[in-house]
């Protein structure tokens, strides 16, 4: 069986090569996602991860150190490397991280936001995913969620998995919260390495995404339909 995840993770990594190659990030993401759920040791997905995200879109053609589609493969390939430091130092890539790009459903995203729902996506220590250490007190955990859900949440966030690491931060905080549930993950450290014996009552008791980050910013009767700003009520 993981040999077989192996195999279909290793189509999905040149399906996103072939894409990256094209243009397409978007596609080049929603593969690498796929590959990285089959395959979740393989560091080689991560850094296809970070090249995706820093990629220039497609209908962006034009921008300063793009790749030509038409260019040959041994012009494309050494962009990559070259764009990581320019993407991080330079002003002129802080205007670029804060470019707006369409996504499949028509929705608008920075790359810093595909970057945000990625990195998460690809942490599975909950303590990291809130960017707290692990002697925080409760107050702490709730105020490091609220600064990471106003940026995920599906209505203001359109990237590519940012609804999954949305998710994925409401159950960090619920467990951190709950003092059974934190120590039952404290113990083994890993949601996947808690046994089956302690799994059922971990489980238990877990909010929707939705219920939770209402619960944390409606001081009313939420919205119906769709918000005329954002937030909502903090």
């Known amino acids: 069986m993981a040999e077989a995840n192996k195999d279909e993770a290793d189509k999905c990594k040149r399906v996103a090569q072939t894409a990256l190659a094209g243009g397409d990030s978007e596609k080049a993401v929603r593969f690498l996602q796929k590959a990285k759920r089959m395959c ?15 990629a ?22 050494p962009q990559p490397a070259s764009e990581g430091p320019r993407y991080r130092g330079s002003a002129s890539s802080a205007g670029a991280a804060s470019a707006k790009r369409v996504g499949k459903d ?5 790359v810093e936001q ?34 990471i859900a106003l940026k995920l949440h599906p209505d203001k966030n359109k990237a590519p998995g940012a609804e999954e690491a949305f998710k994925k931060v409401s159950k ?36 929707t995404p939705e219920d939770l980050f209402a619960a944390f910013f409606w001081r009313r009767a939420p919205p119906i339909g769709p918000s005329s700003s954002w937030p909502w009520t903090v």
Request: glycine share 8%; charged share 30%; net charge negative.
């Open 40 to 54: 979740p040791s393989d560091a080689s997905i991560d850094k296809l991860l970070e090249e995706a995200a820093s």
């Open 56 to 77: 220039p879109s497609s209908c962006g053609g034009g921008e300063a150190g793009g790749a030509n589609p038409s260019a040959s493969r041994s012009t494309r390939e």
């Open 106 to 110: 028509g929705g608008t995203y920075t």
């Open 114 to 147: 595909m970057q945000l729902a990625q990195k998460i996506l690809r942490t599975n220590d909950y303590y990291q995913i809130l960017e707290i250490p692990r002697d925080v007190n409760e107050d702490a955990v709730k105020k490091a969620y609220k600064k």
């Open 172 to 207: 960090a905080v619920q467990c951190l919260t709950d003092q059974e549930k934190k120590q039952v993950y404290d113990r083994y450290g890993d949601e996947d390495r808690i046994p089956q014996a302690h799994r059922h009552q971990y489980q238990q008791d877990f909010m």
